[in-house]
């Protein structure tokens, strides 16, 4: 015989299943209006709001500058822009090889510029330019890197070269190098001369210079803080003092003594 269940006793039980049911669904409604108004408190309030925009990396521009170009402001909304758009943006400026942009904190904003190396400066008409890695020509705003000054290297072509160079040489040699003229002829087009901020002079071609260029502490301290002169390595590495370039000796460059890696 079946067994009769009596309804009246599961009545208690159905009405506690169904009053957690309905607690449930009431502590969802009122957990999803308070995150609402939290989220909407939130962004009323000054933790929304951008509270300080961080520079770093600026050497070709001030920090003023790439501030204003992010387009972020103090104050503005902390959420409204994109990281990557701003990247983007601020990557298309004159010297920026790439842009980082992150959120610190609760609400401030670094931005890490990484602009392209100095390698040397261009002089026209008294003003001097920045010669960038990249072979762009920027303005110096009174930025002054210890880098060589060129002159009369005004083909672009030639002035990449010349930059290929100077980003393969020993940094602590080219921070020796105040002045790079070019003096290439039609017979010898790719000649230089390099002045030095320790008083020599060195000749050589722009195919050879880095390379050469990294024997020049050594062919100094061969020299024994001698008579000042003219390093010549655009053929093996000769040395000629000053006074037989210029003086009554009047002896060319090239009669000088052999100096050099194979002589060490």
Known sequence: MDKVIDIEER???MREKRRKK???????????????????LYFQSPLSKVGEVKIKGAALQNDHYYYEKSGISEGSSFWGFKAKDVEEELSQLEGVSSVAVTRKWMRDIEISIIEWKTVAYMESAGEYSLLLENGALVPSHGNYPNVPILNHVDNPELRKRLTNQLMKMDKNVLQLISEIIYTGTEENPDTIVAYMDDGYEVHAVLQTFA?????????????????????????????????????????EEGEGDEVGEENE
């Open 11 to 13: 009545i208690p039980s």
């Open 22 to 40: 309905t607690n449930k669904k009431f502590l969802f409604i009122i957990a999803v209006f308070c995150i609402a108004l939290l989220v909407l």
């Open 211 to 251: 390379e050469k260029m990294d024997y020049y502490p050594d062919i100094i301290s061969q020299l024994g803080g001698l008579e000042k002169g003219i390093v010549n390595m655009e053929v093996g590495i000769f040395f000629t003092p000053f006074s037989k370039v210029y003086g009554n000796g009047g002896v």
